[in-house]
């Protein structure tokens, strides 16, 4: 982690090469595919393994897919029973999502859970949950505009 | 408006019926490559005196030194989503190849052969697309 005034931003991957990335952002005209490629051939090739990136959100989907399938084949009140998740009435969609993303946790070694990635994934997890019960089919519709 | 459990449940059911579990994949999987590189493209390296050579100052500075207007921001932002959803779609695809998209409602990373195929897939994204 780096200060950055009263901010703080993530420290840079340690590699010469991210210097790619920063000259596909200086560009006159910017390019999204080419940053999105540079960026993550750059980044994951300096972590040992894919590993860390992958297991927090693969949790994730576990956890959000067999929900999902389980309230549509027995009804969001087996579901929430079954996975034992206590709902407030006040918030019912982020308290499920949470309810859920705690339960992924709840398998994950904390090495995963506790890492940046794993702060993505919780992130990008509750959002997806939130969107697809709040928004139905139009969550990836819209996601797609 | 608050949304009740009967809309989220009609919601989840309306949502699987049309894009089904690949689509619960490929929302999920665009959604975290989006925070990913969002978190790479906020980062810095170097002390204060060199900041114009971070991607968190490069984000919204051009090679001119003049501050993005908003609109660019939110214009490269939605490329930067739209780039993340087709990385997203590759996995996806790699994953259905590998027959692991049914297999995802388990614990997949018990088994290490297959946690290891699933691996493979993410490691896809470092290609370009």
Known sequence: MVRMGTSRAMKAPATRKWNNVISALKASERNAETVVNIA???????????????????FGISEGL???????????EEALKSEAICVSEQYIIPSISDGLWNIALSKMDPEFSNSPFGRLAELAFKKTMNQIMSKGA?????EEK | MVT????????????????????FLKLLLTNYLYELVMYYLHSAKNPAAQVREDT?????????????PP???????????AECKKKAEFIVGTLRKMELIERLTENVMADPQVAQLVHEAFESITERT
Do not use: C, M, W
């Not at chain 2, 009609?10 to 690949?22: S, V």
């Not at chain 2, 968190?56 to 993005?68: A, I, K, N």
């Open chain 2, 4 to 23: 009740t459990r009967i809309k989220a449940e009609n919601n989840i059911r309306e949502f699987l019926k049309t894009h089904g579990n690949e689509g």
């Open chain 2, 71 to 81: 609109e660019k921001i939110e214009q490269f932002k939605h490329g930067l989503h």
């Open chain 1, 40 to 58: 993550f051939s750059v980044a994951i090739n300096t972590i040992p393994t894919i590993n860390p990136v992958s297991t927090p959100i693969v």
């Open chain 1, 66 to 76: 067999r929900f999902v399938l389980d309230v549509r084949d027995k009804g969001l």
């Open chain 2, 56 to 68: 968190s100052y490069r984000f919204y500075v051009d090679g001119q030194e003049r501050v993005y």
């Open chain 1, 138 to 142: 139009r969550a990836l519709v819209e």
